[in-house]
């Protein structure tokens, strides 16, 4: 029988993430200190990000990062995930292509968001921090970081996107059973929330949204720290356990991917399973493509404008030199609520601009109809998120049939999607347009 599923033994799970940024040809421009406009420093971040964070943001040099031991051994509650050879799909596809998927939805909380939010609240809590709040939209980082916080003793509030607190009622509950207290945003807790609603009192929320008023909160409460859970640098760096275990488990199966692809909202699951194969395109000289599937009415990456941007509405951040539709986008009601964000990192950012990745829009209806398609194909339910890297993978096989090629595709599924079957209902009963 042929082997599909690809596990690695404890004993092999990778004990560094890899910083993509020291092997870069052109490094990322500097992000900016707002007031002063010159290069951010690792103490401008000090007010609003733990320590070890801040540094790891700013970290140009080191390629290999220590992952601490004890968020290790964490992580060998559910890692390595498995990677799998979706002979299914190949053959509802009819498709010559190897494709597999490494699946992340198989975290506890059913979405790779978990790596990022244990780094984080480990290093929080090394620090002495008590408090921590952060943003959410779908609720996925959220709940990711609710468990963490949880799991090392710390505090978590959360900020979430109004329209997702009212289409997803169950991530707010798995928030609140992990002792999290959970907000609607924008909200009048904070000035920020306030600002907003009295220019817009019928304002939905978008991530950017929620960001300015968990920074609000961080700033404002003594021994809190704020936690991002995807465009910035460190946060991609966590991620890239993922690459670094799917490279491994490749190898078990014999291959070496022709394409990777991810869903891209701030870019941290695209970073995490891409970065460790890029390096090889970097250093070795292998031609891996690398493609970031974002929805076509939210489309930073082929339509957005490189140029420094804040990542939040009330421009409270860093300025970031991104591709980015405007901190004020406010981006269309979509289900995949974690990729209504108006930006993309500084690292994914720079390597589009220098040609070493590519992007594919897909429409909301595609992306559903290809989560439908992988589910009958291989059991798993997609967050409506990963549904688009699925999309964008079905048009890669769909290539191989035509041309006959035998290429391996690697995508990743992101999360999985039981906590979003209103979003499938609509989708099943013809009621969404586009
Ligand atoms: C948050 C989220 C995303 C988008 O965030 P990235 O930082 O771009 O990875 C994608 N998929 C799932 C399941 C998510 O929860």
Same mark, same amino acid.
Request: proline share 6%.
């Given at each position: 029988?042929?082997q599909?599923r690809?596990? $690695?033994p404890?004993?092999?799970?990778?004990?560094?993430?890899?910083?993509?940024?020291?092997?870069?040809?052109?490094?990322?421009m500097?992000m $900016?200190n707002p007031?002063t /406009?010159?290069p951010?420093?690792a103490e401008?971040?000090?007010?609003?990000?733990?320590?070890?964070c801040?540094?790891?943001?700013?970290?140009t040099?080191?390629?290999w990062?220590d992952?601490?031991e004890e968020?290790l051994e964490?992580?060998?509650y559910?890692?390595?995930?498995?990677l799998v050879r979706?002979?299914g799909?190949?053959?509802?596809?009819?498709?010559?292509?190897?494709?597999?998927?490494?699946?992340?939805s198989a975290?506890?909380?059913?979405?790779?968001?978990?790596?990022?939010?244990l780094a984080?609240?480990?290093?929080?809590?090394?620090?002495?921090?008590?408090?921590?709040?952060?943003e959410?939209?779908?609720?996925q980082?959220?709940?990711?970081?609710?468990?963490?916080?949880k799991v090392?003793?710390?505090e978590?509030a959360?900020?979430?996107v109004?329209?997702?607190?009212?289409?997803?009622?169950?991530?707010?509950?798995?928030m609140?059973?992990f002792?999290a207290?959970v907000?609607p945003?924008?909200?009048?807790s904070t000035?920020?929330?306030?600002?907003?609603l009295?220019a817009?009192p019928?304002?939905?929320g978008? $991530?950017?949204?929620?960001?300015?008023?968990a920074i609000?909160?961080? /700033?404002?409460t003594?021994n809190?720290?704020?936690?991002l859970g995807?465009v910035l640098?460190h946060?991609?760096?966590?991620?890239?356990i993922?690459?670094?275990?799917?490279?491994k488990?490749m190898?078990?199966?014999?291959?070496?991917?022709?394409?990777?692809?991810?869903?891209?909202?701030?870019?941290?699951?695209?970073?995490?399973?891409s970065?460790p194969?890029m390096?090889?395109?970097i250093?070795d000289?292998?031609?891996?493509?690398?493609?970031?599937a974002?929805?076509?009415?939210c489309?930073?990456?082929?339509?957005?404008?490189?140029?420094?941007?804040f990542a939040?509405?009330?421009?409270?951040?860093?300025?970031?030199p991104?591709?980015t539709?405007?901190?004020?986008?406010?981006?269309?009601?979509?289900h995949?609520g974690?990729?209504?964000?108006?930006?993309a990192?500084v690292?994914?950012?720079q390597?589009l601009?220098?040609?070493?990745?590519?992007v594919a829009?897909?429409s909301q209806i595609?992306?559903?109809?290809a989560?439908c398609?992988?589910a009958?194909?291989?059991g798993i339910i997609?967050?409506?998120?990963s549904?688009?890297?699925i999309?964008a993978a079905?048009?890669?096989?769909?290539k191989?049939?035509?041309?006959g090629?035998e290429k391996?595709?690697l995508?990743?599924?992101s999360?999985?999607?039981?906590?979003?079957m209103?979003?499938y209902?609509?989708?099943?009963?013809g009621?969404?347009? /586009?």
């Amino acid at each position: 029988m042929k082997q599909k599923r690809f596990i $690695l033994p404890e004993s092999e799970i990778p004990t560094q993430w890899y910083n993509i940024q020291a092997d870069m040809k052109t490094k990322p421009m500097p992000m $900016l200190n707002p007031q002063t /406009r010159q290069p951010l420093t690792a103490e401008d971040l000090y007010p609003i990000f733990c320590k070890e964070c801040s540094q790891q943001e700013l970290n140009t040099t080191d390629a290999w990062i220590d992952i601490p031991e004890e968020v290790l051994e964490k992580y060998c509650y559910y890692r390595s995930t498995p990677l799998v050879r979706a002979y299914g799909l190949e053959k509802a596809l009819g498709t010559p292509a190897h494709i597999y998927f490494k699946n992340e939805s198989a975290s506890p909380i059913g979405s790779h968001k978990l790596n990022s939010a244990l780094a984080q609240a480990y290093y929080c809590k090394q620090e002495g921090v008590t408090h921590v709040t952060t943003e959410t939209g779908a609720g996925q980082w959220g709940a990711a970081l609710s468990y963490a916080t949880k799991v090392f003793g710390i505090e978590c509030a959360v900020y979430q996107v109004k329209v997702s607190y009212e289409q997803k009622p169950y991530r707010r509950s798995i928030m609140q059973v992990f002792g999290a207290q959970v907000t609607p945003s924008p909200s009048m807790s904070t000035r920020a929330g306030k600002d907003i609603l009295t220019a817009n009192p019928n304002h939905q929320g978008s $991530l950017g949204t929620a960001i300015s008023e968990a920074i609000e909160l961080a /700033r404002m409460t003594p021994n809190c720290k704020y936690a991002l859970g995807s465009v910035l640098n460190h946060v991609s760096l966590h991620q890239t356990i993922i690459g670094l275990e799917a490279e491994k488990q490749m190898e078990m199966a014999g291959e070496y991917p022709d394409v990777v692809i991810a869903c891209f909202g701030g870019g941290s699951n695209f970073a995490g399973i891409s970065f460790p194969f890029m390096r090889h395109n970097i250093l070795d000289g292998k031609k891996t493509r690398f493609v970031a599937a974002e929805p076509d009415n939210c489309p930073k990456l082929s339509q957005g404008k490189f140029e420094y941007d804040f990542a939040d509405e009330a421009g409270y951040t860093p300025l970031m030199p991104m591709f980015t539709l405007g901190h004020k986008f406010q981006p269309a009601l979509i289900h995949a609520g974690g990729l209504r964000f108006h930006g993309a990192g500084v690292i994914v950012s720079q390597l589009l601009k220098d040609g070493l990745m590519e992007v594919a829009d897909i429409s909301q209806i595609d992306s559903f109809s290809a989560g439908c398609l992988f589910a009958k194909a291989e059991g798993i339910i997609p967050a409506p998120e990963s549904c688009h890297a699925i999309a964008a993978a079905i048009q890669e096989a769909n290539k191989c049939k035509e041309s006959g090629e035998e290429k391996v595709i690697l995508f990743n599924l992101s999360g999985h999607g039981l906590v979003d079957m209103a979003a499938y209902d609509q989708y099943l009963s013809g009621a969404m347009m /586009r």
